[in-house]
């Protein structure tokens, strides 16, 4: 069973490593029906934690802190920010059920740090990117460059710093994500017409050659025969 490292909690700002919420987002089921008593410490609702690691598939919260999302109109959103040793979640606050979003680790391309701005971004190349404000974006790229580095043996993930406050030019919105899709579709089915308008016309060129050699051929007989009736007359 994996077991959550020792000092790991430190990044859990929030201490909700135990939050029976949190346990359901991690498709792990609470140590009753009836929930949490109320009266656990923090430290054994930890232990519990462990206990359904199993059915976690082993996540584990490693990181969670309140911060704010930039939408892709530049309005800020107060958001809770989740990070276990799999993936990254983006929560309401005191609504850790249920995840706006999920973004396995190993899938972040980059992140994009504002060095005169809490601002921050994470560039999912197979999805879209995350735009963020938190004063501990530091932290944050760390820690998420250690996951990465772990799971995907030894691989560094690339964290750019940039001198831009606002890193909203930077940032590959959903709507951008699904417009570069189509873009894409539409280009892959122009090379697909033009590849085949090429072969039909290469085709008819073809066949007109074919046609070209043919009718030569015949006149070729057609004169042979002539010669041959000229001859016998």
Same mark, same amino acid.
């Given at each position: ?46 232990? =519990? ?20 999302? =930039? ?14 040793? +799999?993936?990254?979640?983006?929560? +309401? ?11 396995? =680790? ?22 879209? &990117? ?11 790229? &760390? ?15 690339? =964290? ?74």
């Amino acid at each position: 069973m994996t077991q959550q490292p020792a000092g790991e909690n430190k990044y859990d700002t929030l201490k909700i490593a135990g939050n029976s919420q949190v346990l359901a987002l991690l498709k792990a089921e609470g140590p009753a029906e009836g929930g949490w008593r109320g009266s656990e410490s923090y430290e054994e609702k930890k232990n =519990i934690l462990s206990k359904f690691e199993k059915k976690t598939h082993g996540e584990y919260l490693i990181f969670s802190e309140k911060l704010v999302k =930039i939408n892709n109109k530049g309005k800020k959103q107060d958001r809770v920010l989740l990070i276990t040793n +799999k993936a990254i979640y983006n929560t +309401k606050p005191g609504k850790y059920g249920k995840s706006q979003r999920r973004i396995p =680790i190993t899938e972040v391309g980059m992140v994009t740090v504002s060095t005169t701005s809490p601002e921050f971004v994470f560039h999912v190349p197979s999805q879209y &990117d995350y735009h963020m404000a938190s004063r501990n974006k530091t932290v944050i790229a &760390d820690k998420l460059a250690e996951l990465y580095s772990k799971l995907k043996d030894g691989e560094e993930l690339l =964290i750019i710093q940039s001198e831009l406050k606002h890193l909203k030019d930077l940032v590959l919105s959903k709507k951008l994500a699904a417009y570069a899709v189509y873009v894409f579709f539409f280009f892959f089915l122009l090379c697909c017409c033009n590849n085949f308008f090429e072969i039909t016309d290469h085709l008819d060129h073809h066949n007109a050659l074919k046609s070209a050699a043919t009718g030569t051929e015949a006149g070729v007989d057609e004169e042979e025969e002539d010669d041959a009736e000229g001859a016998e007359e």
